[in-house]
Each structure stands twice: as structure tokens, then as C-alpha cells.
């Protein structure tokens, strides 16, 4: 690991004034911002990332707390370990898809220390962009190798000219939920919905996975009582990985579903790992509205949430994974 | 370099590293606790895990500066505070692991150890399903885990005064209906149910 100076503020005004303004990466990339570090580190110790000043948020108070709000919506700081969330007693009875999406990152010692914010703002585990040595788009390069090398593990949907697939595990369940991110610099706030701050490789900003600007950072995501309606929600996040123990997703859905007396009245799909940016499956949460979870139901929605999927040469296999996952979900659900 | 306050097992002691050193590289290589191993050095194998505030956390993904104002617990103190408390001998996990036998090279045990103290310290009667997620962060290439969760098992029985449930290697057929229960292998020859 490079050396660098280390900067550990306690308000958030002092954080936020030693981020650089400029809108030149080399500028911005002189200081990073660390959280957990459970992902920073290793990027540290790949030379993947360089600053020359991290600036800790783990001391700014109460930046770490989830509240919950009179209507029972949450706001949760940005600085909250996913440890804390995944056993939040109101987030495991009203927001179950959250606490189990945070519970299936990593270990136990990760998601000890692991953040809300800096599991949403992680980097990409491609194996290429992984390797120091291989200067791909992502790195301000002229190629994709993974386009055309190894991609088990890369994206069937959205991608193009960067095949990532997103890491984050929490990042399919605050969009199902309908989250908004709140991000502030020295000067201005800025809120907008989550699904919105994750960005296609295909919208301009290659190396970048989000609309994070110059001196932003994440302070809090808001996220929003599922609606009233006839019946009961009821949400999981379904993960599948390769190792049991603990690994990221082949392919993972957020789901909540409104079901009365056996019909579905309301439904949230998202999928991990499938695309550079969470996937959230409008269409197939359309059709689904109405329906009884029956074969046909499962099929529709598997269609209609893979429509327009391109896998590459190794990633085929993502297709039935999903839509299997698809209809494993609706079921266990509708009949739990 | 920074001056570096820890509380490490207890101690209270001053140090000096670099910036950029994780707690890992000054409890190696400026304290000499070599007890906390580095593996990976990368976040994948869990050898390097010690308590921070009683939660295991990796060393080797902790700024040392993170550390500070801590209370930092590492392999070489479970004795010593178990000594504390007017005991005798060592931990009773460590004890489990030694009768259990649930080591070959040990370069994991250490990080094991901590992690299951850590679960035991939250939660006195773990289900086996509950051992096995607290350690899945911590891999072991020698032994294959069966003894590492018996060993777990152990403790928490000692702990509660009841008899500990005879281990894998003292009934081979009980071994083997485990083995089949987890899924992971078959006897030959047994159809799948
Ligand atoms: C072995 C291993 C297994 C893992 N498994 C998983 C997994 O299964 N699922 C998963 O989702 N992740 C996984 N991760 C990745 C990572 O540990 C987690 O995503 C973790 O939540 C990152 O949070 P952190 O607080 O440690 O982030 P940090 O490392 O502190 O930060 C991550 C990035 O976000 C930036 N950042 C941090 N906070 C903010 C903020 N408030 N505003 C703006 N930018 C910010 C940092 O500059 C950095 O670039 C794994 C990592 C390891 C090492
Ligand atoms: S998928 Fe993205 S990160 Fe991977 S090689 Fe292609 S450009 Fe690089
Ligand atoms: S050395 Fe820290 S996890 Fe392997
Ligand atoms: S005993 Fe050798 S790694 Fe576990």
C-alpha cells in the first residue's frame, strides 16, 4: 500500500471540505474517503487505488444511526455498519428484504465494521479491473477484456462497453424498497432516488459506477414505508453463490409482495449481479399485479424481468439461474 | 509515522507506524503478537481476526489509526483475562480445541478461536447452523471444519454443564448420518433420497 496522510474529522463539514472540487478524476482520486474499508483496503493494497489522503468517516457523530421516522420509515446514516442493520428489530419485522440483503455480505468480521455507504459506492469485482497489471475501460483503457475472455461472472443485462455486474447486496433491496439517496457537498444537498444513482457504463461515465460528483458523498439514505393495501407485504432478498460460506451473488432478487387471500396486490422486483447497476424489473412487477403465483405467473415474470438479456460466452447459465430464482421466490412468498 | 495509543488485552501501549499500517502490521511487526497470522492479507481468510470492542473484526482490513481508543483483544489475551476472572488454565474454547483435536497446521486456529469466542459471548447455546455462519469467514485448508464445530460444541456444553455429545471420530456412524444430513457427500452406492 501506498503511504498517505489519514484524516479522521468528527463533523461532517470537515469531512466534506477536504474533498477535492475538481471535476478532473486525477484530482479526485487524490482523496478518498473511508468507511468500513472493507472494500478501500484491498483496493489499496491491489494499487488499484492511490490517494494521498483518506479521510475517515467512522468518527463523524451520529452519522451511524437508523432512525425510524412516525410513519415507520427509516433514515439510515451512511456510516451504519451492515451489522447494526441486519438486526435492527423494526428493519427485520417491516423491512425484511434489507436485513437479510445486509446479513448475506460477507462474514461476520466484514459486516462487523462494513458500511451502508460504502457498500453502495463499493467498486466493481471484475477480475480484470481486480489486476493491477490489465488496463481496461474501466481504467481508462481501450478494451473490454472481459468482453471477450473470461465472463462467467460479468453481466447478461445492460452492458456494454463495461460488462460489470454491481457488487453491492444492499443495493437491489433499497431500490425494491423504493429508497432515496441524500448526498451532500461543501455547497449544496442533493436528494434522488436510488435507483437513479447508479449509472450504465453506456451513460458517459465509464469508470464510474454512480452520479457521485466532485466533493459528494453519501450521508443517508431515506426509505419509505412499503404502501397500505389490502393484504400483507411480506419481502426476502434470494441470494445464490457459489461457496455456502460466504461469496458475492451469481444472481440475487429483492422481492416484496402485497398478497391477499393468494393474489398478488403489489410487487417490487429487483435483481444483483445480473447488470452494471441494479436491475429493477418494472415490467415483470406490472403483470404480476392481479395474478395468483402459478406456473404461468413465474414464467411471465422471468420473461418479462430478462427481456432484452445478451449473455456473453460464459454467462448463459445466468439466464435459468434467474429465472429459476425468479420462481422460487414468487412461490416461497406467496406461501409463506 | 503516527504516534499509536492501543489498548491491546488490556495493556495500555504506545507505538509508532506509518500511516497507512493496519492493525495487523503493527500487532506482527512493531508489538511482536505474532499470534494473529497473515493469510490472505486481503479480507478472504479470516486468520488475521481479532475482537475490537469484543466484535470480530480483520486485522488486516484495519487502519491501525481505526484501532485506537479501542479495546483490542488478540489470541495471546484470552488467557490472561480468563486468568482474570480467578480461572484456571485456558479458555474454555481454547480448551475445546485442543480436546477436540480441531487442528492440523493451526494457522487458522487463532483467528477460529476468536471468532467463536465472539459468538459464544453473544449467544451461550448457538445452534450448529448459528456456528457454522459466525465461522464462515474463517477457512481452514487442513481439517475439513467437522472437528472446528465440534470443538464449538464442545465448549458450549462445558459451558452449560452438560455432557459434551461424543465427537466424529469416536462414533464413525454417527459421523456419517451428519455427513449425509449436510449434504455434502454420500456412501457410495446410496441412492439420492
Ligand atoms: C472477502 C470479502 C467479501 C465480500 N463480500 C461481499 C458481498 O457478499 N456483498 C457485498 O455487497 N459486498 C461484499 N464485499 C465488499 C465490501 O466489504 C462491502 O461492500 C462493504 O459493505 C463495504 O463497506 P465499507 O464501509 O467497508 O466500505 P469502504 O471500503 O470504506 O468504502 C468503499 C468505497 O466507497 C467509498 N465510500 C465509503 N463511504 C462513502 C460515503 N459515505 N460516500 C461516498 N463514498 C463512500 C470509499 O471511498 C470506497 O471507494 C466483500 C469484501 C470482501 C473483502
Ligand atoms: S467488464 Fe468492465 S471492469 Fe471488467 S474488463 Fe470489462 S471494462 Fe474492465
Ligand atoms: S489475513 Fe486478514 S482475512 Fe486473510
Ligand atoms: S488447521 Fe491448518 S488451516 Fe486450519
Known amino acids: ?336 | 509515522m503516527a504516534a499509536l495509543n492501543l489498548t491491546i488485552n488490556g495493556d495500555r501501549l504506545e507505538t509508532a507506524a506509518p500511516d497507512h499500517w493496519t492493525l495487523l502490521e503493527v500487532l506482527r511487526y512493531r508489538l511482536g503478537l505474532t499470534g494473529s497470522k497473515q493469510g490472505c492479507d486481503k479480507g478472504d481468510c479470516g486468520a488475521c481476526t481479532v475482537l475490537l470492542d469484543g466484535q470480530p473484526v480483520l486485522a488486516c482490513l484495519t487502519l491501525a489509526g481505526l484501532a485506537q481508543g479501542r479495546a483490542v483483544t488478540t489470541i495471546e489475551g484470552l488467557m490472561p483475562a480468563h486468568a482474570r476472572e480467578g480461572k484456571s488454565g485456558a479458555d474454555p474454547v481454547q480448551d475445546a480445541f485442543d480436546r477436540c483435536g480441531a487442528l492440523q497446521c493451526g494457522f487458522c486456529q487463532p483467528g477460529m478461536i476468536l471468532s467463536a469466542r465472539a459468538l459464544l459471548n453473544a449467544n451461550a447455546h448457538p445452534t450448529r447452523a448459528q456456528i457454522r455462519a459466525a465461522l464462515a469467514g474463517n477457512l481452514c485448508r487442513c481439517t475439513g471444519y467437522t472437528q472446528i464445530v465440534e470443538a464449538v460444541e464442545y465448549a458450549v456444553a462445558v459451558a452449560a454443564g452438560v455432557e459434551p455429545a461424543p465427537r466424529a471420530w469416536e462414533t464413525p456412524r454417527a459421523r456419517l448420518t451428519d455427513i449425509e444430513e449436510q449434504g455434502t457427500r454420500r456412501p457410495s452406492g446410496q441412492a439420492r433420497p
Open chain 1, 1 to 336: 500500500m501506498k503511504s498517505f496522510e489519514y484524516l479522521q474529522p468528527t463533523t461532517l463539514e470537515e469531512a466534506l471540505a477536504a474533498l477535492p472540487t475538481s471535476r478532473d478524476p486525477k484530482e479526485r482520486e487524490r482523496v478518498r474517503l473511508i468507511a468500513g474499508g472493507q472494500d478501500l483496503l484491498t483496493e489499496m493494497k491491489e494499487h488499484l487505488a492511490e490517494p494521498d489522503l483518506v479521510v475517515d468517516l467512522k468518527r463523524i457523530e451520529g452519522l451511524d444511526k437508523i432512525r425510524v421516522q412516525s410513519d415507520g420509515s427509516l433514515v439510515i446514516g451512511a456510516t451504519c455498519t451492515l451489522a447494526a442493520l441486519e438486526e435492527h428489530a423494526h428493519v427485520r419485522e417491516h423491512f425484511a428484504v434489507l436485513s437479510r440483503a445486509a446479513g448475506s455480505v460477507g462474514s461476520t468480521q466484514i459486516r462487523s465494521v462494513a458500511s451502508v455507504g460504502g457498500n453502495l459506492c463499493q467498486r466493481p469485482r471484475c477480475w480484470y479491473y481486480r489486476s493491477e497489471q490489465i488496463p481496461c475501460i474501466k481504467k481508462g483503457g481501450a478494451e473490454c477484456f472481459a468482453y471477450s475472455g473470461l465472463n462467467k461472472y460479468n453481466a447478461i443485462l445492460g452492458g456494454g462497453p463495461s460488462y460489470i455486474v454491481h457488487p453491492s447486496d444492499l443495493a437491489p433491496a433499497l431500490v425494491a424498497l423504493g429508497a432515496e439517496i441524500t448526498l451532500r457537498s461543501a455547497t449544496q444537498q442533493r436528494i434522488l432516488p436510488l435507483e437513479r444513482f447508479f449509472t450504465l457504463p453506456s451513460e458517459g461515465r465509464v469508470q464510474q459506477e454512480n452520479d457521485l460528483g466532485p466533493g459528494e458523498m453519501v450521508v443517508e439514505l431515506k426509505v419509505p414505508s412499503l404502501p397500505a393495501g389490502a393484504g400483507t407485504w411480506r419481502s426476502d432478498y434470494f441470494k445464490v453463490r457459489e461457496r455456502g460460506s460466504y461469496d458475492f451473488a451469481l444472481a440475487a432478487l429483492a422481492l416484496a409482495l402485497l398478497v391477499d387471500d393468494g393474489t398478488i396486490r403489489g410487487a417490487r422486483l429487483c435483481l444483483g449481479a445480473v447488470a452494471p447497476i441494479p436491475w429493477r424489473a418494472d415490467k415483470a412487477e406490472a403483470l404480476l399485479v392481479g395474478r395468483k403465483v402459478d406456473d404461468e405467473a413465474c414464467r411471465l415474470a422471468g420473461e418479462a424481468a430478462l427481456a432484452g438479456a445478451r449473455p456473453l460466452e460464459h454467462n448463459g447459465y445466468k439466464l435459468d439461474l434467474t429465472r429459476g430464482l425468479i420462481s422460487k421466490a414468487l412461490r416461497q412468498l406467496a406461501s409463506s
